[in-house]
C-alpha cells in the first residue's frame, strides 16, 4: 500500500508562489505515475498535472499551463508541483495521487482525467488571497 503525504500548501498572496511535494513511504515511487488534483466545494474537482514514472511525459489542465511545474525526485521519493503567478481561483484542497498500472500515454491521461488512480494522500490546503 503507497502511503502519500503532501505538504507545502498555505496562505499566500495573488502572484506569489508554493511547492508542494508529495512523499511516499513504503514503496519505490520511482515505479509510480504520480498526479496531482485538486477540488473546492463550489467548483468541483480538477485534474492538474500528472508525471509519468519517468519523468520523460507531463500534463497540465490548461488552467494551470505555463505557471504550474510538475518534477520529481526519486532519489528523495518525491513528485513536486511548483505553483507560479497563483491566482485566487487556484484556492483548493490539492491531492497527490500514485498509480502503477502500465498504460499508454493516451490511457493515462484518460486514468488522470478520471480521477482514476489507485492510491490518494490526504490533501494540503491552498489559499489565495489578498
Known amino acids: 500500500q503507497v502511503q502519500l503525504v503532501e505538504s507545502g500548501g498555505g496562505l499566500v498572496q495573488p502572484g506569489e508562489s508554493l511547492r508542494l511535494s508529495c512523499a511516499a513511504s513504503?514503496?519505490?515511487?520511482?515505479?509510480?505515475?504520480i498526479a496531482w488534483f485538486r477540488q473546492t466545494p463550489g467548483k468541483g474537482r480538477e485534474a492538474v498535472s500528472c508525471?509519468?514514472?519517468?519523468?520523460?511525459?507531463?500534463f497540465y489542465a490548461d488552467s494551470v499551463k505555463g505557471r504550474f511545474t510538475i518534477s520529481r525526485d526519486n532519489a528523495k521519493n518525491t513528485v513536486y508541483l511548483q505553483m507560479n503567478s497563483l491566482k485566487p481561483e487556484d484556492t483548493a484542497v490539492y491531492y497527490c495521487a500514485a498509480d502503477s498500472r502500465p498504460a499508454t500515454p493516451r490511457t493515462l491521461v484518460l486514468k488522470w482525467l478520471s480521477w482514476d488512480f489507485g492510491s490518494w494522500g490526504q490533501g494540503t490546503q491552498v489559499t489565495v488571497a489578498s
Open positions: 508525471i509519468t514514472s519517468s519523468g520523460g511525459d507531463t
Open positions: 513504503g514503496v519505490t515511487l520511482a515505479y509510480y505515475t
